[in-house]
């Protein structure tokens, strides 16, 4: 069957603006990774942290802009950084030494010892204990005995041997999302980039939109056009159709797409740069008008990512914003987005800002500041079922108020 409904409409016109919306506008990637070391160091220096031990791949780029097989080293302990106020020592995996090869952050690229039970078998704890033992012996030449010491990620095995050298642990968590919540005006070049890119992947997606289509053939065109235009890879399995849009989290599949269905698309592209984008889309599959129901949905997910935009400003507490957020609908209550935003760069990130229901249990106090990108989310569904919509628009925090960062167009005929 070739049906190609969206062949005669008008309203997709303004989706090849994407193709060029800021394309090609230079990055100092210098001047990047110059200030996230920076801001990590700072960090560190608040909480006397002397040195930082870390395994998180998301984190090692940050600070240095170094990346290798980043979804397979998130499991496979085989690389990790030791950072220091001067140092920057890269443990790199096996035969990948020459990967930072130009990075100016990086002050010395060593072979890793791997930690895991992959590596080591039944020799485990014996590969654990020397692990500690020369990262401990680094850290003394670099830092100094007893001092503190920041991890994160670590088998348990490799914390607690490390302990045993005598330094004091901490969480490296703080300092780091603290860290990356902050971005500098050139860093946010590099958010644009990989959300004009995304975005451009997501019109070829939904330009093809057809009744017959499994849900995984329309995401893979996804990820062929950010994979084309050199982001990384798609961290969620986040579009479905028809029932399976409610309730929410139900990963991409071989269900074939109806007439007449709402198709719900979250991106959450590791792209260019390493930078996340981060918006929700709700299509309608056609051939037929969305019907009222679906457009109740929807409409009232737009009010609500809306309504919650328009409250965030700089200094407004974590609190402040869940008390004045978008009251949801009884009926809508239980299938409810687990956050209402939630902080967003080389991947989703702190704050996590909650819905005024959830707030006394789940919730934290701080305060939006300036340079804070933000993702607003929105799930409409009811809990007796039918279908679901999902929205979410990406936003820096000015000096002033907001930016709206992700620009891909909402749908007429479901707001109508």
């Known amino acids: 069957m070739e049906l190609d409904w969206h062949a005669e409409r008008t309203d997709l016109d303004n989706l090849a603006l994407l193709d060029t919306d800021n394309a090609g506008e230079p990055i100092d990637l210098a001047a990047v990774r110059a200030y996230r070391l920076g801001r990590v160091r ?9 040195a930082c031990v870390l395994h998180d791949q998301v984190n090692i780029r940050y600070a240095t802009g170094a990346r290798n097989m980043q979804v397979f080293s998130s499991r496979n302990t085989g690389r990790y950084l030791l950072l220091t106020e001067r140092d920057a020592i890269l443990y790199e995996f096996t035969g990948a030494m020459h990967l930072a090869d130009g990075l100016e952050t990086i002050t010395d690229v060593r072979p890793a010892i791997t930690a895991s039970f992959v590596a080591a078998g039944e020799k485990i704890a014996e590969r654990e204990i020397l692990w500690a033992r020369e990262t401990a012996a680094a850290l003394r030449e670099l830092v100094g005995a007893k001092s503190t010491i920041g991890v994160e990620r670590m088998n348990a095995g490799a914390a607690a041997a490390l302990a045993a050298e005598g330094f004091r642990l901490v969480d490296a968590q703080e300092p780091l999302e603290m860290a990356r ?22 019109g070829k997606l939904r330009a093809v939109i057809r009744p017959g289509l499994t849900e995984n053939a329309l995401w893979s065109v996804l990820h062929q056009s950010v994979i084309a235009q050199d982001a990384d890879y798609i961290e969620t399995r986040l579009l479905n159709s028809g029932p399976r849009t409610n309730p929410w989290f139900q990963e991409t599949g071989m269900r074939v797409i109806g007439e007449n269905e709402l198709i719900a698309l979250d991106t959450d592209v590791v792209g260019c740069h390493g930078y996340y984008a981060d918006f929700s889309r709700t299509f309608h599959s056609g051939p037929d008008a969305p019907s009222e129901t679906q457009r109740t ?6 009010e609500q990512v809306h309504h919650n935009m328009g409250i965030i400003e700089p200094g407004m507490s974590f609190r ?33 800002l909650y819905h005024r229901a959830d707030f006394p249990d789940a919730g934290y106090d701080g305060v939006i500041e300036p340079g804070m990108t933000l993702c607003v989310e929105s799930f409409i569904g009811e809990e007796s079922g039918g279908e679901g919509v999902k929205l979410e628009q990406q936003i820096l925090v000015t000096e002033t108020g907001i930016e709206l960062l992700s620009h891909f167009p909402f749908e007429d005929a479901l707001r109508a």
Not at 297 to 302: C, G, I, M, R, V
Not at 323 to 342: F, G, K, M, T, V
């Open 42 to 50: 700072a960090e560190m220096k608040k909480r006397s942290i002397a």
């Open 181 to 202: 919540c902050i971005k500098s005006p050139e860093e946010m070049k590099c958010v644009r980039a990989s959300l004009r890119a995304t975005e451009t992947g997501v």
């Open 297 to 302: 949905l929807y409409k009232t997910a737009h």
């Open 320 to 352: 402040d914003y869940a008390d004045r957020a978008w009251n949801i609908p009884e009926r809508y209550h239980a299938n409810r987005y687990y956050l209402s935003a939630h902080g967003v760069g080389m991947t989703g990130e702190y704050p996590y």
